[in-house]
């Protein structure tokens, strides 16, 4: 598996603002992408999710962008929210629905009231 | 709530000893799949039952096993626990095996601490 440290990228918002995370992932074979919201003491939760024949995907106030060419994610939440406060992951497959999933590097969203 | 069950919620054991974690998954769910996710990591992919079948596996030593059962829930066993075997331990429950369209729920997991 990837090594990584302990200690998670962290990115802080202004309650209302919008917020982007960004995600490289490895292989460029995958063809699934998946959005993870973790709150702590808990699983996983599926935000969205994108196929590779897709650029852009828009759920109920969050966004996500899929760039092949640099192998770049990236979730945009609009007027984020206390509740949005988590940790988000982004999650690659090969073979859409499979659910084989490889996790990048979590970043940690902190909302200020 | 996902309707995915793993059972403990907590479990410490010593060094050398065996663990078994189950998981019940989500009803009209057929496959489940099991992550370790490390402090400060991501999930790690361990391995995959469909339909009570193996149906791929991560890098991870044979010394984790699994075992699907004919109501689709699972048991994921590891033996001669070692200290780098404490993390939290996912299953994701969906319906079918490499099929689109369906999305996996997570259970909350089970921490496992090694002493």
């Known amino acids: 598996g990837e090594s990584v440290g302990l200690h998670l990228p962290t990115l802080s918002v202004q309650e209302g603002d919008n917020s982007i995370i960004n995600c490289a992932y490895s292989n460029s074979a995958s063809d699934y992408f998946i959005w993870y919201k973790q709150e702590s003491g808990k699983g996983p939760q599926f935000i969205i999710d994108i196929r590779s024949n897709m650029d852009k995907r828009q759920g109920q106030r969050v966004t996500v962008l899929l760039n092949k060419t640099v192998k770049h994610l990236s979730l945009q939440i609009a007027a984020t929210q206390p509740g949005d406060s988590a940790v988000y992951f982004c999650a690659e497959n090969i073979g859409a629905g499979s659910y084989q999933l490889t996790f990048g590097k979590g970043t940690k969203l902190s909302v200020i009231p | 709530e996902t309707g995915v069950t793993q059972s403990p919620t907590h479990l410490i054991k010593t060094r050398g000893q065996q663990v078994t974690l189950r998981c019940s998954s ?22 995959q039952y469909y339909r009570e079948e193996e149906n791929g596996r991560g890098n991870f030593p044979p010394r984790f096993s699994g ?5 689709y829930s ?35 997991g089970t921490r496992l601490t090694v002493v």
């Open chain 2, 67 to 71: 075992l699907q059962f004919p109501n």
């Open chain 2, 26 to 47: 989500q009803s009209g769910h057929n496959t489940v799949s099991w992550y370790q996710q490390a402090l400060g990591q991501g999930p790690q992919f361990i391995f």
């Open chain 2, 74 to 108: 699972s048991e994921l066993n590891v033996n001669a626990l070692e200290l780098d075997d404490s993390a939290l331990y996912l299953c994701a429950s969906s319906f079918g095996a490499g099929t689109a369209n369906t999305e996996a729920f997570f259970g909350q």
